[in-house]
Nanobody, 115 residues
Framework: QVQLAESGGGLVQPGGSLRLSCTASGTMFSTYVMGWYRQAPGNQRELVAG???????NYADSVKGRFTISRDNAKKTVYLQMNNLKTEDTAVYYCNSQRLGSDSWGQGTQVTVSS
């Protein structure tokens, strides 16, 4: 089972930017579908963005045009570039990998958007 480690969270003002990174252990990273999810207090975990093995991306409507997911298979890393952040983006962000019906989660990284 792949191990995932997120980094890059923090405190940012509204309108600011952050880039999250998620690095995977093991091999065959390029065969995993990767995604970023988030969970705010009192809310269910929701999909923010996903990227397939071929680089096809999808986004939640709430982040379209502001967030960009990308992957670097050589570095076994998936990124989430977040621009024009809003207070409602505040949440714990989790990295997820999926392959052959099995998935793994990172420990999460806190993103707080506040003035």
């Amino acid at each position: 089972q792949v191990q995932l480690a997120e980094s890059g969270g923090g405190l940012v003002q509204p309108g600011g930017s952050l880039r999250l990174s998620c690095t995977a252990s093991g091999t065959m990273f390029s065969t995993y579908v990767m995604g970023w999810y988030r969970q705010a207090p009192g809310n269910q975990r929701e999909l923010v963005a996903g990227i397939t093995t071929r680089g096809v991306t999808n986004y939640a409507d709430s982040v379209k045009g502001r967030f960009t997911i990308s992957r670097d298979n050589a570095k076994k890393t998936v990124y989430l570039q977040m621009n024009n952040l809003k207070t409602e983006d505040t949440a714990v962000y989790y990295c997820n990998s999926q392959r052959l019906g099995s998935d793994s989660w990172g420990q999460g990284t806190q993103v707080t958007v506040s003035s």
